[in-house]
């Protein structure tokens, strides 16, 4: 999916949460909808209070929430969340549209980051030559370090944000801080 809105964790590797329980969850916050959902799947519809869990910034935006239509008649994609399965490792997601970091011990901007990436998680600075673990960069909102991620489909970069409330229903599920980023045709590492 192009554009998205992503709810991730960094949970303890020890601690992988299940599919299942975080299904349910949304399920019972109405984020997401089991109606024309084929089993075993990872991407739900728009529950029916999809609305009072994510808020639309601007004024009056247009939304396709159709599930039966990919593109609505103004050529927006549907709107559908995304849950994949739990990682007992944690990974790096970023998009097109991720900013470079700067480089915490020079303040030098790494523009250059995906290519100067090692193994390891390592990004070389190319200015002092040091190796930063990308979990000490500053990304913002536009990417995450995580074991396990929800993402909102068919949303564009700050187009909308979750509601605290729903941040923190999720945090119970989690037991951890959950934070959001932005993503423009993802990427994981």
């Known amino acids: 999916m192009k554009n998205q809105l992503v709810l991730y964790c960094q949970l303890p590797v020890s601690k992988p949460v299940s599919r299942k329980l975080v299904h349910n969850k949304l399920l019972e916050i109405g984020l997401i909808s089991a109606i024309n959902a084929p089993t075993n799947t990872v991407v739900f519809p728009t529950g029916l209070q999809f609305n009072n869990l994510v808020s639309f910034v601007g004024c009056s935006p247009i939304l396709n929430l159709d599930s039966e239509q990919a593109e609505n008649e103004f050529g927006l994609a549907k709107i559908e969340i995304e849950i994949p399965q739990a990682s007992n490792e944690e990974y790096f ?42 979990k000490n960069l500053a990304w913002g909102k536009y990417a995450a370090y995580t074991c396990f991620y929800i993402a909102i489909n068919g949303i564009y970069q700050r187009e909308a944000i979750p509601l605290d409330s729903f941040l923190k229903s999720l945090e119970l599920v989690f037991n951890a801080e959950v934070k959001y980023c932005y993503l423009q045709n993802r990427s994981k590492i």
């Open 93 to 134: 997601l970023f998009g097109e549209n991720t900013r470079a970091p700067k480089c915490p011990i020079c303040s030098t901007t790494i523009n250059a980051w995906r290519s100067n990436l090692t193994t390891d998680y390592l990004i070389r600075c190319s200015h002092c030559n040091s190796d930063i673990d990308l």
